[in-house]
C-alpha cells in the first residue's frame, strides 16, 4: 500500500488552490520563485542533509538522536525576514535564511531527542506586514500558507509512512500549523498519528478549539496526546502591552480569514508542568533555558532553576527579569515581552516533556511492548558523593546499557542502577539504552558532575 493511500490526504479545496494561485512579487516586481519541496534546499531541516536542527546546545551534554528516533517533528520557523520593500520574503533570502537557521537552533533542537526534524522554508509574510491593518495582512498570510501546505502535504505523503509526528511552529509558524491542524490534519488519519502540536507565540482564542478544532483540544497534562499546547511569555509586574499584542491574528476557520484575538479568552498552559492544574511552578522545578541572542553565550549548556511561572489564564509570567547577559532579542520586542524567548527559555523542558509524549502516544495508541526510556535527559551529582540512581523504563527492560559514564560510576546491566563516586567535574554526554526481545530504545543524558 503506498503512502499516500494510506494517509488519504484531503484534496485541497476550491480556497486552496485559489492560495496556491496567489502571486508575490519581489522589489523589482517579478514574482517570487516557488519552493520545490522534492529539492533538499526547500528545507531548512531535512533528515539526512546537515542543518542546525542536528545541533545540541554547547557544552550541555545531549546528543542528536534523530537516526534512532520512532517519531518526526514538522516545525515551522517564525517571521525571520524583515523586508520592508515586499509582503513575502523569497526562501533565498540571505538575512532571512541566516536567521531562519538561528531560529532552527533554538526551537527545533528540543526535539532531536525523540524525532527526526522536517522544516521547510516558506515565502514567509515579512515582519512589516504585521503593522498593516487585518484586511492588508491577508493576502500575504494565506500566500505563505499556501508554501507551508504544500510542504506538509509533500512530508505527509513522501516522507512521514505512518510514523507518530509532532507539528511544531512558532509565532508565524504556530499561526500556520493552527492552520494545519485546521485543514489537514482534524478528521484524517494523520490526527491519528499525530503525538501533539506545540503552538507558542501567538495570541490563540479557545473559541477555536469551541468552534473549530472540536477534536484536538488544548493540551492540559503533561503526558496528554493529539492535543495543542500553547503558550506566550511575558514578564511578571507591570508595562506589558496585552492589548497591543491581542493584535495579532489568528486563523478564523469560520470567518475563512486571519483575525485578531482582541478581547476573547485565550488558550495558555504553564510550559514547566505542563498542567492547568498546576499553573503556578517555583522556579526550582525549571528545568532549564538556552540561551539566546548574546555572542559569549549563545546557545550554551541550559541553565536550570532560572525562572518561576504562573500561567495566568492568558500568558505564561516569569520572574525573575532575564538575566540580559543569556537573553537579548535585538531589540525587536524589548522590556518584558519575551516572545523570542517562548521555546529556547524552556528547551530542556520541552526536551523532556516531548519524550513524555511520545512515550504515552507509543504505549497508548501504538501498544508498544518494547521497552521505552524515562523522559529525564539531564542529571546533576556531586563528585566524590556515593551515587544510587537508576535509569527509569518501563515495558520490563532485560538490559540497560550506558555509554558514556564518567570515571567511578557504573551501570547494572540487569538492574539499570548506576552506583559509584565519580571523581572529575565536568559534563558527560551519556547514551541509555534499555532492551528486551520486542526492542529497543534510546535516550541521551546530560551528566553533570559538580564540585
Not at 10 to 38: F, I, Q, R
Not at 319 to 335: I, K, Q, R, S, T
Amino acid at each position: 500500500m503506498s503512502s499516500a493511500k494510506f494517509l488519504h490526504l484531503p484534496s485541497l479545496t476550491g480556497l486552496a488552490m485559489a492560495l496556491c494561485l496567489l502571486t508575490a512579487h519581489g522589489a523589482d516586481g517579478s514574482p517570487l520563485p516557488a519552493p520545490d519541496y522534492a529539492r533538499p534546499e526547500s528545507w531548512l531541516a531535512l533528515p539526512g542533509q546537515p542543518s542546525a536542527a542536528g545541533f545540541t546546545p554547547k557544552g550541555g551534554g545531549f546528543t542528536d538522536l534523530q537516526a534512532q528516533a520512532r517519531a518526526d517533528v514538522f516545525y515551522i520557523h517564525p517571521t525571520t525576514g524583515m523586508r520592508k520593500d515586499m509582503l513575502n520574503v523569497p526562501v533565498d533570502d540571505p538575512d532571512a535564511a541566516k536567521l531562519g537557521d538561528l531560529m532552527l537552533m533554538a526551537q527545533a533542537t528540543p526535539f532531536n531527542g525523540v524525532a527526526r526534524v522536517y522544516a521547510p522554508r516558506y515565502r514567509q509574510t515579512a515582519l512589516p506586514v504585521y503593522e498593516k491593518s487585518e484586511d492588508e495582512q491577508q493576502a500575504p498570510m494565506n500566500y505563505a500558507y499556501a508554501d507551508v501546505r504544500r510542504a506538509f502535504e509533500h512530508y505527509a505523503v513522501h516522507h512521514n509512512q505512518g510514523r507518530p509526528f509532532f507539528l511544531v511552529g512558532h509565532s508565524q509558524g504556530a499561526n500556520h500549523a493552527q492552520r494545519l491542524l485546521s485543514e489537514l490534519i482534524q478528521g484524517t488519519p494523520l490526527q491519528q498519528r499525530m503525538v501533539a502540536a506545540y503552538l507558542p507565540g501567538i495570541p490563540l482564542p479557545r473559541s477555536v478549539f469551541q468552534e473549530d478544532l472540536h477534536h484536538i483540544p488544548p493540551c492540559t497534562r503533561p503526558a496528554q496526546t493529539g492535543c495543542a499546547a500553547v503558550w506566550g511569555v511575558f514578564g511578571e509586574g507591570k508595562g506589558n502591552n496585552f492589548d497591543e499584542w491581542e493584535l495579532v491574528t489568528h486563523w478564523n476557520a469560520r470567518q475563512q480569514r486571519w483575525v485578531a484575538a482582541a478581547g476573547q479568552p485565550l488558550v495558555n498552559v504553564n510550559p514547566v508542568s505542563w498542567s492547568k492544574k498546576t499553573p503556578r511552578t517555583a522556579a526550582r522545578v525549571h528545568r532549564g533555558a538556552v540561551p539566546f541572542g548574546v555572542e559569549a553565550t549563545h546557545f550554551t549548556q541550559p541553565r536550570g532553576q532560572l525562572v518561576r511561572v504562573l500561567d495566568d489564564g492568558r500568558y505564561a509570567l516569569v520572574a525573575p527579569p532575564l538575566p540580559p547577559e543569556l537573553f537579548n532579542d535585538g531589540g525587536v520586542f524589548g522590556g518584558t515581552n519575551y516572545h523570542v524567548f517562548d521555546i529556547s527559555l524552556f528547551w530542556l523542558d520541552l526536551r523532556e516533556n516531548a519524550r513524555r509524549r511520545l512515550n504515552a502516544f507509543l504505549l497508548q495508541r501504538d501498544k508498544l511492548t518494547a521497552p521505552l526510556l524515562g523522559p529525564t535527559a539531564a542529571v546533576s551529582i556531586r563528585a566524590g558523593q556515593p551515587v544510587h540512581w537508576r535509569v527509569r523504563a518501563v515495558n520490563r527492560p532485560v538490559r540497560f546499557n550506558a555509554l558514556g559514564l564518567p570515571l567511578g560510576l557504573a551501570l547494572d546491566n540487569t538492574t539499570g542502577v548506576v552506583t559509584g563516586v565519580a571523581q572529575s567535574v565536568g559534563v558527560y554526554p551519556v547514551i541509555l539504552n534499555a532492551k528486551n526481545a520486542s526492542g529497543t530504545d534510546t535516550a541521551d543524558l546530560a551528566l553533570t558532575v559538580k564540585e
